[in-house]
């Protein structure tokens, strides 16, 4: 078998990453961009120097790393430009998605609820409820919304589209160019969530970072995820179509369907900045980290 195939499926997947990228910018280039993105795909490329102990140089995995630094290199550059808005229902909606993937791929109901209970029934509870006004809450649920999407990611990783990369054979398996396509789309979105996540890492990430100076990078972060997460005014009705409407299509698609589960997930998040949009118009400011005023000492009596 020639490289052919193999090339064209990675340049369908690099493809995929370009466009995703460029919907996640909503298209709109600034002054300024064309250098990031030259800086993000020269510091990716690292990802092809091969290990100090490794033999035989495995190409594939490389390409694999450069694609992956890549995501996380753009998410860093471009963070202030990548929030997506989430609320309530859309949350419940992809929870629900999430639950229905993990038990297709073989959790089991034991498993995945032990997993998925607490942050779950906060999500249900907040569908119907306003917890989701506080400061700390937005936090939460935008970073459980990104980790959805992360573990949606893991639970596929060793299958599908991805497997090209990682299979060590001389005939690695190959799909279809459109499927490489929106997998690369979806990967790109995924890695993106995965840094805002990993980048809560309480721990500073050198020798030389005090422990305040990460306080302060993770106070800022947290503000940064607020602004993702839109307070949306209760919809009792809309919140139950979703919490009941959709497993119920969840569950005909699995039985009846014959769409490919793995190919409804990854079109589902690689659109899923057209889906989300704007974000509405919020009912109220937005809340920002709390900052503890500070005192001063009432002059002394002489």
Same mark, same amino acid.
């Given at each position: 078998? /020639?490289?052919?195939?193999?090339?064209?499926? @990675?340049l369908?997947?690099?493809?995929?990453?370009?466009?995703?990228?460029?919907?996640?910018?909503?298209?709109?280039?600034?002054?300024?961009?064309?250098?990031?993105?030259?800086?993000?795909?020269?510091?990716?490329?690292i990802?092809?120097?091969?290990?100090?102990?490794?033999?035989?140089?495995?190409?594939?995995?490389? %390409?694999?790393?450069?694609?992956?630094?890549l995501?996380?290199?753009?998410? *860093?550059?471009?963070?202030?430009?990548?929030?997506?808005?989430v609320?309530? =229902? @859309?949350?419940?909606?992809?929870?629900?998605?999430?639950?229905? &993937?993990?038990?297709q791929?073989?959790?089991?109901?034991? =498993?995945?609820?032990?997993?998925?209970?607490?942050?779950? @029934?906060? !999500? %249900?509870?907040?569908?119907f /409820?306003?917890?989701?006004?506080?400061?700390?809450?937005?936090?939460?649920?935008? /970073?459980? *919304?990104?980790?959805?999407? &992360?573990?949606? $990611?893991?639970?596929? %990783?060793?299958?599908?589209?991805?497997?090209?990369?990682?299979?060590? +054979?001389?005939?690695?398996?190959?799909?279809?160019?459109?499927?490489?396509?929106? !997998?690369?789309?979806?990967?790109?979105?995924?890695?993106?969530?995965?840094?805002? %996540?990993?980048?809560?890492?309480? *721990?500073?990430?050198?020798? +030389?970072?005090?422990?305040?100076?990460?306080?302060?990078?993770?106070?800022?972060?947290?503000?940064?995820?607020?602004?993702?997460?839109?307070?949306?005014?209760?919809?009792?009705?809309? +919140?139950?179509? &979703?919490?009941?409407?959709?497993?119920?299509?969840?569950? $005909?698609?699995?039985?009846?369907?014959?769409?490919?589960?793995?190919?409804?997930?990854?079109?589902a998040?690689?659109?899923?900045?057209?889906?989300?949009?704007?974000?509405?118009?919020?009912?109220?400011?937005?809340?920002?980290?709390?900052?503890?005023?500070?005192?001063?000492?009432?002059?002394? =009596? +002489?």
């Open positions: 078998m /020639t490289a052919h195939p193999v090339l064209l499926g @990675i369908c997947f690099g493809l995929g990453m370009a466009l995703q990228a460029t919907l996640m910018l909503r298209g709109a280039f600034r002054s300024g961009d064309a250098k990031q993105a030259g800086l993000v795909v020269l510091f990716s490329l990802g092809m120097i091969p290990g100090k102990h490794e033999d035989p140089y495995e190409p594939l995995w490389h %390409v694999m790393l450069v694609f992956t630094m995501g996380g290199a753009f998410a *860093f550059a471009f963070r202030q430009r990548l929030l997506i808005h609320g309530g =229902r @859309i949350l419940l909606a992809w929870n629900i998605v999430l639950a229905y &993937v993990v038990i791929a073989g959790w089991g109901w034991q =498993r995945a609820v032990s997993l998925l209970a607490v942050p779950t @029934i906060l !999500t %249900v509870i907040n569908a /409820t306003d917890i989701d006004r506080a400061f700390g809450w937005r936090v939460f649920f935008y /970073t459980w *919304f990104s980790v959805i999407l &992360v573990v949606i $990611a893991i639970s596929g %990783v060793n299958a599908g589209p991805l497997s090209m990369f990682f299979d060590r +054979s001389r005939q690695p398996l190959l799909l279809p160019p459109l499927e490489m396509f929106l !997998t690369g789309a979806a990967y790109l979105y995924i890695v993106t969530n995965a840094w805002f %996540v990993l980048a809560l890492w309480p *721990f500073p990430l050198s020798r +030389s970072q005090s422990w305040s100076d990460r306080m302060g990078e993770i106070r800022r972060h947290m503000s940064l995820l607020a602004q993702g997460y839109v307070w949306e005014k209760d919809d009792p009705w809309r +919140s139950l179509a &979703v919490l009941v409407g959709l497993p119920v299509i969840l569950f $005909a698609v699995s039985r009846w369907g014959s769409g490919s589960r793995q190919g409804i997930v990854l079109l998040i690689a659109l899923m900045p057209l889906l989300a949009g704007p974000a509405p118009e919020p009912a109220e400011p937005p809340v920002t980290a709390p900052i503890r005023p500070k005192t001063r000492k009432a002059p002394s =009596r +002489s």
